[in-house]
Every structure is written in structure tokens, then in C-alpha cells.
């Protein structure tokens, strides 16, 4: 827990930016804020005002510990949301809440994987890398990953998209679960639901779950841009969280699963937490039960995003067009994915030096995990966060420009 990981350096970028940003201008492109949207943040508001004066509310949302699989009320919104809008028989005792999400991922990958009973460690499999820089470091045992490289498919008009390599999956060894974000963190892929069906045979097959990470993805906050559906039965461990629709304070983790799993989780929370927080839980409860979050999405959330993503790579064309990069196909999430094809120095360099000026991005490199193999393409990428503000997002993506062509020009 104390090595130096890319999530630890990611966090910490965020505390040093926010610190330097008094003195200096910070130009913060990385981490994984989401955007501080007035129109949502004025329900949120409006729903503290309420919770203030019901006496009830405040007592649930600051006043007592929930249960350990979480506050009960919201667990039911969550499960007749789900069953309202795809059809999935869940109830309760199908749901359960954890500190983030980023803690479910904690929790299962140890509750799954690792060592027992001093036999070789079993593995979270990670279909295609990259994949998302927090699955990195979570294990208490070594080797608690392994991933094999995404296949690179060339769409055109300067975009790539990754495909799921699904032969050279084939006869991996201690498989305790698979785990994919969709979309996908780093890179705004969204898997079609073929490629997700697929990955759901081949782990009942295998006879292990599959743990489907949607913290950008459907229902809430809905950053599927691909239209591409979603997935769940008692084989498939669905993690969501409130963070990505403007509410990543409040540590709001949502695992959606077969009721063993439910259970287990429940249990580490209770050893390691006592119990999940409530606020966002309460926050959200009526505005799951009512419909408005989804509208919220559709209406205001998504299409919030979907703009300042076009806007994004229209500055990059702009900026560094004449270059070599290709983006990955913005189908989800609030990230662009940049490959430099021949980058004369490593990404990791490139975010040394733009972190000099100001200016933080997230090195590709990290977006690796569990992947033993030498692959040039992982020091060639970076990926930006959009969603901050207008101005500083302009001169951050003018900074990578010339960053950009002076490393290529010092060849
Ligand atoms: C793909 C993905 N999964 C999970 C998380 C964890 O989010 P949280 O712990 O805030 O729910 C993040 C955070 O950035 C993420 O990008």
C-alpha cells in the first residue's frame, strides 16, 4: 500500500495542482474529476435544503451508521431502477454500497483472487489493455493481474478504436473473475454488447464472474455515446457509482450482484468500514424513485459531455494536426485517449515536462496493469480529461502541442 503507483501519483497531482493553483496557473487535465455542471449541481442543492429540514433525512444522511451493505431505501431505488429500465429480477439483497467504488474493486478482486492456502496466487483477468489505472496495485497478493494488449483497429480520419484480442485470451491460467470498464477509462471505449456477451461466455465458461465497471456507463451517469446497451445477470458483477454525475465526495459505490457476492461485501465493509456513507445514498434516493436523475443524464449530463468532447478534439486537430496522433474513438466517459505513433520520447518524459509548466495529463504507461510484455505503443499515449474548464483546457491542449512537436523535432 505504500509502493509509489499511478493512482497514488494521479491523487497526489490533484492535491499539488489544486495547492500550486494560488500561485501560479494550473492547467489541469488529468485525474478524474467530473465537471462541476450548475443545472445538476442546483438539484443536488436543492435536495440538501430538503434533507436539512426533514428530520428524518438528516438523520439518515449524517446522524446514524447504515447498515454494512449500506443505507436500505436507496438499495431498494437502486434495484427497482434497474429492474424498471432493462428488465433485471433484483431486489435488495442484489445490491450493496461501498466507499467508491473504487473500495468494491478492492474488496473483490481480494475476495476473488490472490493466494490461499499458500497456492500460486489466481488472477483477475483484464481482457484488453489499457485499462483503468486504479485495478493497478489493488491486490494483496503479487501477480493478482494479468491482461493481454487490446488489438488496434485503424477507423479512419485519424481515430483508432481497441478491440478485445479474444484468441489470445484463450488458455490463461488461475482465473479467479475478468474485470472490464466500460466505457472504458482511459480510453472512452465502450465494448458493443457482442464483445460484452462474448466476455460473459467465456467467464461462465470458466466458471468465474464477470465484473462489468460502468462508473461512466448506464444507467447513471450515462456516458455511452455508442448507444451501446448493458448487461447484467447472476453471473456478472455490476459496479456503479455517483461520482462521475457530480458527486465523487460523497464516496458513493454501488455493486450490483448475485446475493453471495452482495454478502461478502457486506461483510468486508463491516470489518474494514463498519458501514458505507449515506450522503449521496440520500441525496439521490428521490431522484431515483422519481426519474429525474435519468432525465438529468439524457437531457443534461450526456449532452454536456458529448459537446465539450467535440470541442476537445477540434482543438487538438487544430493544435497538433499536422503531427503524428491518432485519438482513440470517443465513445464514452469525459477522456481522449492520444496515440503519438513514434513519440521520440516516453509519455511518461511528456508528462514530466508539461507537469514543469503547469500542465498535468496522465502518462499512458499506467493504463497497463497486469500486462508483463514490452509494448512501445503503451509510452506513446496520454490521456486528457475534458471536462474542466473552457480556458484551461484550451491553453493545456496548446501546451501538449508544443510539447509535442518539440520532442518530435529534437527527434
Ligand atoms: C473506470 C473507473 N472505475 C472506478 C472508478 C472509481 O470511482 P469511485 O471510487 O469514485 O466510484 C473510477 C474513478 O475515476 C474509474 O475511472
Redesign the pocket.
Known sequence: MTRPTGALELMNDLGEAAAIASTRPVHMLGG?NPARIPAVEAVYRRRLAEIGANDAEFGRFAASYSAPAGDAGFRAAVAELLEREYGWPLASHNVALTA???TAFFALFNLLAGERDGREASRILLPLAPE?I?YADLGLSDDQLVSRRARIEDSGDGFFKYRPDFDALEGIDRVAALCV?RPT?PTGNVLTLDELRRLDAMAQRRGVPLIV?A??GLPFPGLQYSDAGCLWNENIILCL?L?KLGL?GTRT?IVVAHEDIVEAVTAFNATAALAPASTGAVITEPLLRSGELLDLCRTTIRPYYQGRCREAVEELRAALGDLPMSIHQPEGAFFLWLWFPGLPITSHQLYLRLKKRGVFVLSGHHFFPGLDEHWPHAHECLRINYSQARDSLRAGIAAVAEEVRRAFQEG
Open positions: 478524474g467508491g467504488s473504487q483503468y486504479g470498464s477509462n465497471d462508473a461512466y457509482s461520482s465523487p459505490g
